[in-house]
């Protein structure tokens, strides 16, 4: 079969329902909360190493911020996932939304924990929990590149 049959042949890519002028909203809102995880556990190994007040403060705003963000990422993932059957017949998808959901929880209950007095907010409880939000959204994040770069999923063809 020629090149151009198969082309012809294959159907098109899992589309994004949530978006904006063609644009999926979840792999915009995604970086956010990432970015904001991975600073709280940078500033909460510098409060480790330091006890300056200033990096818990950072660490507990950061987790805020991350979990108000992941949530509305979460929300607008959720809305492609539900809406696609393409998209949850897919293995990599299950993964990715279970280990969100695994990481905004540890993230929220992160959270709670740094709104306690700052040393006992980050050592050793907070700083273990932040360490394992960037460990599961490194699985997540690895699951969610498996859908688009491997499955194609909100690529336009």
Do not use: K
Not at 34 to 58: E, P, R
Request: include cysteine; charge should be neutral.
């Amino acid at each position: 079969m020629s090149q151009a049959a198969q082309a012809g042949s294959r159907t098109s890519n899992p589309d994004s329902t949530a978006r904006i002028a063609m644009h999926p909203i979840h792999p915009m809102l995604v970086p956010f909360p990432i970015v904001c995880f991975v600073g709280a556990l940078i500033s909460d190994i510098a409060y480790w190493q330091t006890a300056q007040m200033m990096w818990a403060d950072f660490s507990a705003w950061l987790l805020f911020a991350g979990v108000v963000l992941g949530v509305l990422a979460a929300i607008a993932g959720l809305i492609d996932f539900l809406a696609s059957r393409r998209i949850r017949e897919l293995a990599p998808a299950w993964l990715h939304m279970a280990g969100n959901v695994v990481v905004l929880l540890l993230a929220l209950f992160n959270s709670f924990i740094h709104s306690r007095d700052a040393w006992t907010s980050v050592v050793p409880v907070g700083l273990v929990l932040s360490a394992l939000t960037v460990l599961v959204m490194l699985f997540t994040g690895w699951m969610g590149w498996e859908m688009v770069y491997r499955r194609h999923v909100g690529v336009a063809d």
